[in-house]
DNA sequence: AACGAAACCTACCGGTCTACAGGTAACGGG
DNA sequence: CCCGTTACCTGTAGACCGGTAGGTTTCGTT
Protein backbone atom coordinates (compact mmCIF):
# COMPACT_ATOMS: atom_id res chain seq x y z
CA UNK A 1 0.00 0.00 0.00
CA UNK A 2 2.03 2.74 -1.27
CA UNK A 3 -0.24 5.14 -0.74
CA UNK A 4 -1.62 4.17 2.21
CA UNK A 5 0.99 6.14 4.34
CA UNK A 6 0.26 8.98 2.71
CA UNK A 7 -3.62 9.34 3.17
CA UNK A 8 -4.91 11.35 5.80
CA UNK A 9 -7.75 10.26 7.94
CA UNK A 10 -10.23 12.87 5.84
CA UNK A 11 -9.32 11.49 2.66
CA UNK A 12 -9.97 7.65 3.66
CA UNK A 13 -13.41 8.26 5.16
CA UNK A 14 -14.03 10.25 1.96
CA UNK A 15 -12.83 6.70 0.51
CA UNK A 16 -15.04 4.85 1.97
CA UNK A 17 -18.28 6.30 2.01
CA UNK A 18 -17.89 6.65 -1.44
CA UNK A 19 -17.21 2.72 -1.35
CA UNK A 20 -20.52 2.83 0.48
CA UNK A 21 -22.90 4.68 -2.23
CA UNK A 22 -21.35 2.81 -4.91
CA UNK A 23 -22.51 -0.77 -2.79
CA UNK A 24 -25.94 1.41 -2.26
CA UNK A 25 -26.51 1.96 -5.78
CA UNK A 26 -25.73 -1.70 -7.07
CA UNK A 27 -28.49 -3.04 -4.06
CA UNK A 28 -30.57 -0.32 -5.19
CA UNK A 29 -30.60 -1.38 -8.41
CA UNK A 30 -31.23 -5.40 -7.69
CA UNK A 31 -34.09 -4.33 -5.00
CA UNK A 32 -35.26 -0.96 -5.14
CA UNK A 33 -34.87 1.36 -2.08
CA UNK A 34 -37.33 -0.07 0.52
CA UNK A 35 -36.30 -3.49 -0.47
CA UNK A 36 -32.60 -2.40 0.15
CA UNK A 37 -30.99 -3.25 3.48
CA UNK A 38 -28.53 -1.40 5.79
CA UNK A 39 -26.73 -5.15 6.27
CA UNK A 40 -26.95 -5.93 2.23
CA UNK A 41 -25.15 -2.71 1.35
CA UNK A 42 -23.21 -2.93 4.72
CA UNK A 43 -22.35 -6.66 3.38
CA UNK A 44 -20.67 -5.61 -0.20
CA UNK A 45 -18.09 -2.85 1.70
CA UNK A 46 -17.09 -5.42 4.10
CA UNK A 47 -18.91 -4.12 7.03
CA UNK A 48 -21.58 -5.06 9.49
CA UNK A 49 -25.04 -2.82 9.31
CA UNK A 50 -24.12 -0.69 12.50
CA UNK A 51 -20.79 -0.03 10.98
CA UNK A 52 -22.53 1.39 8.17
CA UNK A 53 -24.32 3.68 10.61
CA UNK A 54 -21.40 5.06 11.65
CA UNK A 55 -21.14 6.79 8.30
CA UNK A 56 -24.37 8.00 7.36
CA UNK A 57 -26.43 7.73 10.74
CA UNK A 58 -29.98 6.54 8.65
CA UNK A 59 -31.40 4.94 5.65
CA UNK A 60 -32.83 7.93 4.44
CA UNK A 61 -28.97 9.55 4.52
CA UNK A 62 -27.39 6.98 2.83
CA UNK A 63 -30.21 7.59 -0.17
CA UNK A 64 -29.33 11.53 -0.03
CA UNK A 65 -25.73 10.97 -0.73
CA UNK A 66 -26.81 8.18 -3.37
CA UNK A 67 -29.08 11.18 -4.79
CA UNK A 68 -26.42 14.07 -4.90
CA UNK A 69 -24.17 11.83 -6.48
CA UNK A 70 -26.03 11.48 -9.20
CA UNK A 71 -26.46 15.22 -9.76
CA UNK A 72 -22.69 15.92 -9.98
CA UNK A 73 -22.27 12.81 -12.09
CA UNK A 74 -24.78 14.41 -14.91
CA UNK A 75 -23.59 18.06 -13.99
CA UNK A 76 -21.38 18.36 -17.20
CA UNK A 77 -18.67 20.79 -16.36
CA UNK A 78 -18.95 24.01 -18.37
CA UNK A 79 -20.01 22.86 -21.81
CA UNK A 80 -23.67 23.29 -22.67
CA UNK A 81 -25.80 20.07 -23.42
CA UNK A 82 -25.88 19.91 -27.24
CA UNK A 83 -28.06 17.05 -28.77
CA UNK A 84 -25.88 15.26 -30.47
CA UNK A 85 -24.63 14.90 -26.94
CA UNK A 86 -27.95 13.48 -25.69
CA UNK A 87 -27.12 10.56 -28.41
CA UNK A 88 -24.28 9.71 -26.70
CA UNK A 89 -25.61 10.01 -23.31
CA UNK A 90 -28.31 6.98 -24.50
CA UNK A 91 -25.36 5.48 -26.29
CA UNK A 92 -23.00 5.84 -23.12
CA UNK A 93 -26.25 4.61 -20.83
CA UNK A 94 -26.97 1.77 -22.78
CA UNK A 95 -23.33 0.38 -22.04
CA UNK A 96 -24.10 0.96 -18.18
CA UNK A 97 -27.11 -0.85 -17.33
CA UNK A 98 -26.54 -0.67 -13.54
CA UNK A 99 -26.74 2.56 -13.05
CA UNK A 100 -30.12 3.34 -15.55
CA UNK A 101 -31.82 0.33 -13.49
CA UNK A 102 -31.20 2.23 -9.96
CA UNK A 103 -32.63 5.11 -10.77
CA UNK A 104 -35.39 3.79 -12.77
CA UNK A 105 -36.18 1.90 -9.74
CA UNK A 106 -35.74 4.79 -7.70
CA UNK A 107 -38.37 6.81 -10.03
CA UNK A 108 -40.66 4.05 -9.71
CA UNK A 109 -41.17 4.18 -6.03
CA UNK A 110 -40.92 7.89 -5.85
CA UNK A 111 -44.24 8.19 -7.04
CA UNK A 112 -45.35 6.24 -4.19
CA UNK A 113 -46.74 8.52 -0.92
CA UNK A 114 -44.20 9.49 1.37
CA UNK A 115 -41.63 8.42 -0.52
CA UNK A 116 -37.77 10.26 0.53
CA UNK A 117 -36.49 10.98 -3.08
CA UNK A 118 -39.86 12.34 -4.01
CA UNK A 119 -38.82 15.42 -3.83
CA UNK A 120 -35.59 15.05 -5.31
CA UNK A 121 -37.19 13.72 -8.53
CA UNK A 122 -40.17 16.64 -8.68
CA UNK A 123 -37.33 19.06 -8.77
CA UNK A 124 -34.95 17.36 -10.51
CA UNK A 125 -37.59 17.04 -13.89
CA UNK A 126 -38.11 20.76 -13.13
CA UNK A 127 -34.70 21.28 -13.62
CA UNK A 128 -33.95 18.80 -16.69
CA UNK A 129 -37.15 19.97 -18.47
CA UNK A 130 -35.88 23.66 -18.72
CA UNK A 131 -32.13 22.28 -19.35
CA UNK A 132 -33.77 20.35 -22.34
CA UNK A 133 -35.90 23.24 -23.71
CA UNK A 134 -32.71 25.42 -23.74
CA UNK A 135 -31.06 22.76 -25.99
CA UNK A 136 -33.55 22.85 -28.02
CA UNK A 137 -33.94 25.94 -28.59
CA UNK A 138 -30.26 26.69 -29.05
CA UNK A 139 -30.86 24.20 -32.14
CA UNK A 140 -33.55 24.79 -33.30
CA UNK A 141 -34.38 28.64 -32.17
CA UNK A 142 -37.44 29.73 -31.28
CA UNK A 143 -39.82 27.09 -33.01
CA UNK A 144 -39.26 23.65 -34.16
CA UNK A 145 -39.41 22.52 -37.73
CA UNK A 146 -42.46 20.87 -36.71
CA UNK A 147 -44.07 24.28 -35.53
CA UNK A 148 -43.89 22.96 -31.57
CA UNK A 149 -41.74 25.46 -29.12
CA UNK A 150 -38.64 24.33 -26.83
CA UNK A 151 -40.63 24.65 -23.85
CA UNK A 152 -43.58 22.33 -24.98
CA UNK A 153 -40.76 19.77 -26.76
CA UNK A 154 -38.75 19.42 -23.49
CA UNK A 155 -41.38 17.30 -21.40
CA UNK A 156 -41.44 14.95 -24.89
CA UNK A 157 -37.70 14.53 -24.99
CA UNK A 158 -37.69 13.34 -21.13
CA UNK A 159 -40.62 11.08 -21.63
CA UNK A 160 -38.73 9.41 -24.77
CA UNK A 161 -35.15 8.94 -22.67
CA UNK A 162 -37.20 7.50 -19.28
CA UNK A 163 -39.54 5.40 -21.41
CA UNK A 164 -37.14 3.91 -23.35
CA UNK A 165 -35.38 3.08 -20.50
CA UNK A 166 -37.96 0.88 -18.65
CA UNK A 167 -38.87 -0.85 -22.03
CA UNK A 168 -34.97 -1.70 -22.88
CA UNK A 169 -34.36 -2.88 -18.84
CA UNK A 170 -37.23 -5.20 -19.57
CA UNK A 171 -36.20 -6.39 -22.64
CA UNK A 172 -32.66 -5.38 -24.55
CA UNK A 173 -32.68 -7.86 -26.98
CA UNK A 174 -35.83 -5.97 -28.60
CA UNK A 175 -34.99 -2.50 -27.49
CA UNK A 176 -32.66 -0.43 -29.39
CA UNK A 177 -32.93 2.20 -27.09
CA UNK A 178 -30.06 4.64 -28.55
CA UNK A 179 -31.25 3.53 -32.22
CA UNK A 180 -35.01 4.40 -30.91
CA UNK A 181 -33.89 7.54 -29.20
CA UNK A 182 -32.33 8.57 -33.03
CA UNK A 183 -35.48 8.25 -34.69
CA UNK A 184 -37.35 10.43 -32.01
CA UNK A 185 -34.87 13.57 -32.93
CA UNK A 186 -35.51 12.75 -36.39
CA UNK A 187 -39.28 13.10 -35.53
CA UNK A 188 -38.65 16.58 -34.35
CA UNK A 189 -36.93 17.51 -37.64
CA UNK A 190 -34.06 18.22 -39.75
CA UNK A 191 -31.33 19.81 -37.98
CA UNK A 192 -31.50 23.61 -39.62
CA UNK A 193 -27.36 24.14 -38.85
CA UNK B 1 -80.52 -6.17 0.90
CA UNK B 2 -82.84 -7.18 -1.59
CA UNK B 3 -80.60 -9.20 -4.01
CA UNK B 4 -78.11 -10.88 -0.74
CA UNK B 5 -80.86 -13.54 -0.87
CA UNK B 6 -80.12 -13.80 -4.34
CA UNK B 7 -77.21 -14.45 -4.52
CA UNK B 8 -74.94 -17.76 -4.37
CA UNK B 9 -71.49 -17.98 -2.16
CA UNK B 10 -69.93 -18.41 -5.99
CA UNK B 11 -71.20 -15.10 -6.77
CA UNK B 12 -70.38 -12.98 -2.99
CA UNK B 13 -66.93 -14.73 -2.85
CA UNK B 14 -65.87 -13.70 -6.39
CA UNK B 15 -67.31 -9.65 -5.43
CA UNK B 16 -65.16 -10.39 -2.12
CA UNK B 17 -62.30 -10.92 -4.44
CA UNK B 18 -62.88 -8.28 -6.74
CA UNK B 19 -62.90 -5.72 -3.09
CA UNK B 20 -59.51 -7.40 -2.42
CA UNK B 21 -58.15 -6.47 -5.51
CA UNK B 22 -59.28 -3.00 -5.55
CA UNK B 23 -57.85 -2.29 -2.09
CA UNK B 24 -54.55 -3.98 -3.36
CA UNK B 25 -54.32 -1.75 -5.97
CA UNK B 26 -55.22 1.35 -4.20
CA UNK B 27 -52.20 0.08 -1.32
CA UNK B 28 -49.76 -0.41 -3.86
CA UNK B 29 -50.24 2.53 -5.96
CA UNK B 30 -49.59 4.19 -2.00
CA UNK B 31 -47.07 2.01 -0.54
CA UNK B 32 -45.47 -0.09 -3.80
CA UNK B 33 -45.75 -4.15 -4.13
CA UNK B 34 -42.91 -4.54 -1.60
CA UNK B 35 -44.72 -2.03 0.58
CA UNK B 36 -47.36 -3.33 0.47
CA UNK B 37 -48.69 -5.33 3.43
CA UNK B 38 -50.94 -8.03 3.19
CA UNK B 39 -52.50 -6.35 6.73
CA UNK B 40 -52.81 -2.99 5.21
CA UNK B 41 -54.82 -4.52 2.08
CA UNK B 42 -57.01 -6.53 4.66
CA UNK B 43 -57.76 -3.79 6.86
CA UNK B 44 -59.12 -1.71 4.12
CA UNK B 45 -62.02 -4.76 3.22
CA UNK B 46 -61.99 -5.55 6.96
CA UNK B 47 -60.35 -8.69 7.38
CA UNK B 48 -57.45 -9.68 9.05
CA UNK B 49 -54.65 -10.90 7.18
CA UNK B 50 -55.13 -14.09 8.11
CA UNK B 51 -58.37 -13.75 6.90
CA UNK B 52 -57.15 -12.35 3.23
CA UNK B 53 -54.67 -15.49 3.10
CA UNK B 54 -58.04 -17.51 2.49
CA UNK B 55 -58.76 -15.70 -0.65
CA UNK B 56 -55.64 -15.20 -2.01
CA UNK B 57 -52.72 -17.94 -0.41
CA UNK B 58 -49.47 -15.82 -0.73
CA UNK B 59 -48.42 -12.13 -1.52
CA UNK B 60 -48.38 -13.11 -5.67
CA UNK B 61 -51.09 -14.62 -5.53
CA UNK B 62 -52.78 -11.80 -5.23
CA UNK B 63 -50.21 -9.62 -7.71
CA UNK B 64 -50.94 -12.18 -10.12
CA UNK B 65 -54.88 -11.38 -9.26
CA UNK B 66 -54.37 -7.03 -9.81
CA UNK B 67 -51.78 -7.89 -13.01
CA UNK B 68 -54.59 -10.07 -14.63
CA UNK B 69 -57.53 -7.41 -14.01
CA UNK B 70 -55.88 -5.23 -15.59
CA UNK B 71 -55.06 -7.03 -18.76
CA UNK B 72 -59.12 -7.47 -19.06
CA UNK B 73 -59.34 -3.41 -18.12
CA UNK B 74 -57.59 -2.54 -21.05
CA UNK B 75 -58.35 -4.89 -23.75
CA UNK B 76 -60.84 -3.22 -25.73
CA UNK B 77 -63.28 -5.72 -26.61
CA UNK B 78 -63.74 -6.01 -30.26
CA UNK B 79 -62.99 -2.42 -31.54
CA UNK B 80 -59.60 -1.79 -32.90
CA UNK B 81 -57.96 1.11 -31.43
CA UNK B 82 -57.22 3.94 -33.33
CA UNK B 83 -54.83 7.26 -32.48
CA UNK B 84 -57.27 8.95 -31.54
CA UNK B 85 -59.10 6.33 -29.11
CA UNK B 86 -55.55 6.41 -27.40
CA UNK B 87 -55.76 10.71 -26.62
CA UNK B 88 -58.82 9.72 -25.15
CA UNK B 89 -57.42 7.08 -22.98
CA UNK B 90 -54.54 9.61 -22.19
CA UNK B 91 -57.65 11.85 -20.99
CA UNK B 92 -59.20 9.44 -19.12
CA UNK B 93 -56.03 8.70 -17.29
CA UNK B 94 -55.83 12.07 -16.40
CA UNK B 95 -58.45 12.01 -14.32
CA UNK B 96 -57.82 8.77 -12.38
CA UNK B 97 -54.29 8.91 -10.96
CA UNK B 98 -54.78 6.44 -8.79
CA UNK B 99 -54.71 3.72 -11.73
CA UNK B 100 -51.45 5.06 -13.14
CA UNK B 101 -49.95 5.49 -9.76
CA UNK B 102 -50.53 1.70 -9.11
CA UNK B 103 -48.80 0.68 -12.14
CA UNK B 104 -46.42 3.10 -12.56
CA UNK B 105 -45.13 2.44 -9.17
CA UNK B 106 -44.98 -1.89 -10.18
CA UNK B 107 -43.31 -1.03 -13.29
CA UNK B 108 -40.75 0.81 -11.57
CA UNK B 109 -40.11 -1.72 -9.39
CA UNK B 110 -40.49 -4.82 -11.92
CA UNK B 111 -36.83 -3.63 -13.34
CA UNK B 112 -35.50 -4.98 -10.30
CA UNK B 113 -33.98 -8.70 -10.12
CA UNK B 114 -36.13 -11.55 -9.21
CA UNK B 115 -39.38 -9.05 -8.92
CA UNK B 116 -42.63 -11.39 -9.31
CA UNK B 117 -43.97 -8.94 -12.06
CA UNK B 118 -40.99 -8.56 -13.99
CA UNK B 119 -42.61 -11.33 -16.58
CA UNK B 120 -45.84 -9.44 -17.04
CA UNK B 121 -44.23 -6.72 -17.85
CA UNK B 122 -41.98 -7.78 -20.14
CA UNK B 123 -44.32 -9.19 -22.50
CA UNK B 124 -47.04 -6.89 -21.85
CA UNK B 125 -44.54 -4.19 -23.38
CA UNK B 126 -44.26 -6.87 -26.18
CA UNK B 127 -47.84 -6.72 -27.04
CA UNK B 128 -48.38 -3.52 -26.55
CA UNK B 129 -45.67 -2.27 -29.05
CA UNK B 130 -47.17 -4.92 -31.52
CA UNK B 131 -50.77 -3.41 -30.62
CA UNK B 132 -49.11 0.25 -31.46
CA UNK B 133 -47.22 -0.94 -34.56
CA UNK B 134 -50.64 -2.04 -36.04
CA UNK B 135 -52.34 1.25 -34.52
CA UNK B 136 -50.20 3.43 -37.12
CA UNK B 137 -50.22 0.82 -39.68
CA UNK B 138 -54.20 1.70 -39.77
CA UNK B 139 -53.59 5.21 -39.76
CA UNK B 140 -50.15 5.85 -41.61
CA UNK B 141 -49.99 2.72 -44.04
CA UNK B 142 -46.25 1.15 -43.71
CA UNK B 143 -44.39 4.36 -43.52
CA UNK B 144 -45.12 7.52 -41.51
CA UNK B 145 -44.73 11.22 -43.06
CA UNK B 146 -41.74 11.58 -41.23
CA UNK B 147 -40.24 8.11 -42.85
CA UNK B 148 -39.94 5.83 -40.07
CA UNK B 149 -42.03 2.48 -40.09
CA UNK B 150 -44.45 1.52 -37.50
CA UNK B 151 -42.84 -0.83 -36.09
CA UNK B 152 -39.95 2.00 -35.29
CA UNK B 153 -42.21 4.47 -34.23
CA UNK B 154 -43.81 2.16 -31.74
CA UNK B 155 -41.46 1.91 -28.54
CA UNK B 156 -41.62 5.68 -29.30
CA UNK B 157 -44.90 6.18 -28.76
CA UNK B 158 -45.33 3.58 -25.83
CA UNK B 159 -42.28 5.50 -24.03
CA UNK B 160 -43.97 8.99 -24.50
CA UNK B 161 -47.21 7.66 -22.63
CA UNK B 162 -44.83 6.08 -19.83
CA UNK B 163 -42.66 8.80 -19.18
CA UNK B 164 -45.11 11.68 -19.61
CA UNK B 165 -46.90 9.53 -16.68
CA UNK B 166 -44.13 10.05 -14.41
CA UNK B 167 -43.73 13.43 -14.97
CA UNK B 168 -47.45 14.19 -14.45
CA UNK B 169 -47.41 11.86 -11.35
CA UNK B 170 -45.02 14.01 -10.05
CA UNK B 171 -45.69 17.56 -10.82
CA UNK B 172 -49.57 17.45 -12.03
CA UNK B 173 -49.53 20.93 -12.07
CA UNK B 174 -46.45 21.39 -14.63
CA UNK B 175 -47.29 18.49 -17.14
CA UNK B 176 -50.08 18.74 -18.87
CA UNK B 177 -49.90 15.29 -20.03
CA UNK B 178 -52.95 14.99 -22.68
CA UNK B 179 -51.20 18.37 -23.71
CA UNK B 180 -48.57 16.64 -24.34
CA UNK B 181 -49.41 13.73 -25.80
CA UNK B 182 -51.12 15.55 -28.67
CA UNK B 183 -48.07 17.52 -29.47
CA UNK B 184 -46.22 14.38 -30.01
CA UNK B 185 -48.68 12.86 -31.98
CA UNK B 186 -48.77 16.02 -34.41
CA UNK B 187 -44.75 15.24 -34.40
CA UNK B 188 -45.89 12.16 -36.27
CA UNK B 189 -47.06 14.12 -38.80
CA UNK B 190 -50.58 15.01 -40.30
CA UNK B 191 -53.15 12.54 -40.48
CA UNK B 192 -53.47 11.54 -44.13
CA UNK B 193 -57.20 10.82 -43.66
C1' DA C 1 4.17 8.37 25.90
C1' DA C 2 -0.47 10.15 26.49
C1' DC C 3 -4.74 11.44 24.82
C1' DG C 4 -8.81 12.20 22.15
C1' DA C 5 -11.24 11.21 18.17
C1' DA C 6 -12.45 8.20 14.53
C1' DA C 7 -13.72 3.55 13.15
C1' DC C 8 -15.54 0.02 13.93
C1' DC C 9 -17.75 -4.01 16.83
C1' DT C 10 -21.37 -6.89 19.90
C1' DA C 11 -25.66 -6.90 22.00
C1' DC C 12 -30.15 -5.82 21.83
C1' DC C 13 -34.90 -3.53 21.36
C1' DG C 14 -39.31 -2.96 19.34
C1' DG C 15 -41.48 -3.40 15.37
C1' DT C 16 -43.16 -5.54 10.99
C1' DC C 17 -43.50 -8.94 7.65
C1' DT C 18 -45.34 -13.42 5.30
C1' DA C 19 -47.02 -17.61 6.21
C1' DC C 20 -48.60 -21.84 8.71
C1' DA C 21 -51.62 -24.36 12.08
C1' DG C 22 -55.65 -25.11 13.91
C1' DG C 23 -60.04 -23.72 15.67
C1' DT C 24 -65.03 -22.11 15.15
C1' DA C 25 -69.23 -20.33 13.43
C1' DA C 26 -72.33 -19.77 9.56
C1' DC C 27 -74.45 -21.61 5.63
C1' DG C 28 -76.40 -24.14 1.96
C1' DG C 29 -77.56 -28.54 -0.36
C1' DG C 30 -79.11 -33.15 0.32
C1' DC D 1 -81.83 -31.90 10.26
C1' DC D 2 -77.28 -33.10 9.21
C1' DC D 3 -72.91 -32.46 7.27
C1' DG D 4 -69.35 -30.81 4.41
C1' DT D 5 -67.62 -26.61 2.72
C1' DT D 6 -66.75 -21.82 3.04
C1' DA D 7 -65.32 -17.95 5.63
C1' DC D 8 -63.33 -16.33 8.68
C1' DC D 9 -60.67 -15.98 13.46
C1' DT D 10 -56.54 -16.40 17.17
C1' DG D 11 -52.02 -17.79 17.96
C1' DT D 12 -47.57 -18.11 16.65
C1' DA D 13 -43.33 -19.25 14.21
C1' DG D 14 -39.36 -17.38 11.95
C1' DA D 15 -37.18 -13.91 9.56
C1' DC D 16 -35.78 -9.43 8.83
C1' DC D 17 -35.83 -4.47 9.57
C1' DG D 18 -33.83 0.23 11.21
C1' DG D 19 -31.89 2.17 15.03
C1' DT D 20 -29.76 2.75 19.94
C1' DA D 21 -26.32 1.90 23.60
C1' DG D 22 -22.11 1.19 24.76
C1' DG D 23 -17.88 -0.99 24.37
C1' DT D 24 -13.01 -1.59 22.22
C1' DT D 25 -9.40 -1.03 19.02
C1' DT D 26 -6.77 1.89 15.90
C1' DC D 27 -4.42 5.94 14.85
C1' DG D 28 -2.88 10.67 14.23
C1' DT D 29 -1.48 14.48 17.05
C1' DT D 30 0.80 16.55 20.61
New interface residues.
Given amino acids: MPYGELMNARVRSEERRAEIVRAALEVI????Y??ASLAAVAERVGLTQQGLLHYFPTKDALLVAVLTERDQWDAVPDTQWRVDLLVSLVEYNAMRPGII?TF??????????GHPA?GY??ER??KV?ENMAAVLRAEYGDQLP???TPE??A??L???????Q??W???PE??DMP??FR??L???GENPH
Avoid at 29 to 32: D, F, M, Y
Fill in positions: AERGRGQSALLGESVTERFTYARNGLRTPLVAVMDGLYQLLDSVGADFTLL
